[in-house]
């Protein structure tokens, strides 16, 4: 038998009564099967909801079936706000489709369950989101150039390149790009210690430029985009 912790990202249903869960552990995504997990007396009938932290006890090597498991942090107050719900389905999604890539996913998944509690206690949430995507981008490889000119080495007078994934100087500027206002928040997002600090506040209107950045980042660097973010775009309107 193994044990595991960690969130389930993802859950489907196996034959009439049972569902596969997909969790996000410190070893990167498991699979596992629960047999007659959506019977009402299932002891595992609210085990198995998506985003809940829990603790399994496992069977088998390929697929992996449930033994015992039980939940460490129950996180389905979340789903009571749409928007809330919907903003952390995306970013299931997004550590999903990235979890067999070779990275660091202790700490990804520490960092994930960081942002999870943000987004349940307060209303100042979408900055915590950003900053797990930021972020993810450094464990996967193609992180941002922020502090110095891709061209001549400058540090003043930066903007940004989604294309590049890097700044320029005035001297230096790209045919699309990002301004230094745009560029200091998502440094500040990026650099952001969210053990130290506790709340974070940026502007709807860069909000919604931050948020156009980091999808077209994904989409040009990574070939990824979200197609929980189309559900998200129809709800927030952005």
Request: overall charge neutral; hydrophobic content about 35%; aromatic content about 12%.
């Amino acid at each position: 038998m193994q044990e595991y912790q960690g969130i389930i990202l993802k859950k489907i249903s196996y034959k009439e009564s049972s569902e596969i869960i997909y969790l996000y552990t410190k070893e990167g995504l498991i699979s596992v099967l629960i047999h007659g997990s959506k019977k009402i007396k299932s002891p595992f009938l609210n085990l198995t909801k998506v985003l809940n932290y829990v603790k399994v006890i496992t069977t088998g090597k390929d697929l992996k079936t449930l033994k015992d498991g039980e939940i460490i942090i129950n996180y389905s107050s979340i789903h009571e706000s749409l928007e809330k719900y919907t903003y952390l389905l995306m970013v299931s999604e997004l550590v999903y489709y990235f979890s067999t890539h070779e990275h660091d996913h202790e700490k990804l998944l520490s960092f994930l369950v960081k942002v999870i509690e943000k987004v349940k206690i307060t209303d100042e949430y979408i900055p915590f989101i950003n900053m797990l995507e930021l972020k993810l981008l450094y464990l996967l490889g193609v992180n941002p150039i922020f502090n110095k000119c891709l061209t001549c080495g400058s540090e003043v007078n930066l903007v940004f390149s989604v294309q590049d994934g890097g700044v320029f100087c005035n001297s230096h500027i790209p045919s699309n790009y990002y301004d230094n206002n745009v560029l200091n928040t998502i440094k500040m997002l990026y650099y952001f210690d969210i053990n130290i600090n506790n709340k974070i506040e940026v502007e709807t209107e860069m909000l919604k430029k931050i948020r156009r950045l980091i999808d077209e980042y994904y989409e040009y660097h990574l070939n990824y985009f979200s197609k929980t973010r189309k559900m998200l775009k129809g709800l927030i309107g952005y």
